[in-house]
């Protein structure tokens, strides 16, 4: 009972998140974040209507993936290595969120291309700058746009942002801003319609929706205190 309580109840707060920010109902996704979660509690999540599930590792992903029905959705949220983009786009991830380099862009493009599909990412920037994490600056964003959305395999669907962990939810606020006007300036650019904006977690993602995101990626709020000494 325990993850269908939550989850009714992060829907219920989503729904009023979108409400003070003057947005239409439904304007937000759910990406129930299900990394070090075993198959029996996503399948109780699936049972209270959730579809759209996340994952930040390959590896497990593709042990889970076909034990879970298969009108399921999946995004790899975390990062991928350029040696396993085949496995990725042949795994059928809905949405890859964390590509964070032109060298990575072009591999999907070009693997993409080898298999007859084209691939669905995000953009992973790095809008606070913290020295350790992945993705772009948004400097390198603009910087590489050309490059980037002629890549022919790519859909560029938005950017996601995981901003450094702050004790208060306000603390994100600017970051998920920063993504925001990235992907507006973006957009004046063109081509692309960029629809998706990938921001908050557990504790922040009704300020996310406020600034917002589109995608919200929510672990441990729907099943528990991860344990990752169990993996
Ligand atoms: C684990 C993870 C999340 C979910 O984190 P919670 O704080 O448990 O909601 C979101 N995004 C990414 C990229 C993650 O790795």
């Given at each position: 009972m325990y993850i269908q309580d939550q989850l009714q109840e992060i829907k219920a707060h989503i729904a009023a998140a979108e409400q003070r920010a003057g947005r239409?109902?439904?304007s937000v996704k759910l990406l129930a974040v299900s990394k070090t979660f075993p198959v029996e509690d996503i399948m109780q999540a699936y049972n209270d209507g959730q579809r759209l599930f996340g994952e930040n590792r390959l590896q497990e992903a593709m042990s889970k993936i076909p034990a879970m029905p298969a009108d399921c959705e999946w995004h790899l949220i975390g990062p991928l290595q350029r040696n396993k983009v085949r496995k990725a786009l042949e795994q059928g991830f809905?949405?890859?969120?964390?590509?964070?380099?032109l060298r990575l862009a072009e591999a999907i493009s070009r693997i993409a291309g080898e298999l007859g599909c084209t691939a669905r990412i995000l953009l992973e920037v790095n809008v606070d700058g913290e020295a350790s994490k992945h993705g772009f600056t948004p400097a390198e964003v603009q910087e590489l746009w050309p490059q980037l959305t002629t890549l022919p395999q790519l859909e560029i669907c938005g950017l996601m942002c995981i901003p450094a962990p702050t004790e208060?939810?306000?603390?994100?606020r600017p970051a998920f801003r920063s993504l925001r006007t990235l992907a507006e300036t973006l957009r004046t650019r063109?081509?692309?319609?960029?629809p998706e904006l990938s921001m908050g977690m557990s504790h922040d993602y009704a300020v996310a929706v406020e600034e917002g995101a589109t995608i919200v990626r929510v672990g441990s709020a729907i099943f528990g205190k991860r344990d990752y000494a169990a993996h």
């Open positions: 239409p109902a439904g809905g949405l890859l969120q964390a590509v964070d380099s208060d939810p306000e603390g994100a063109g081509p692309l319609p960029l």
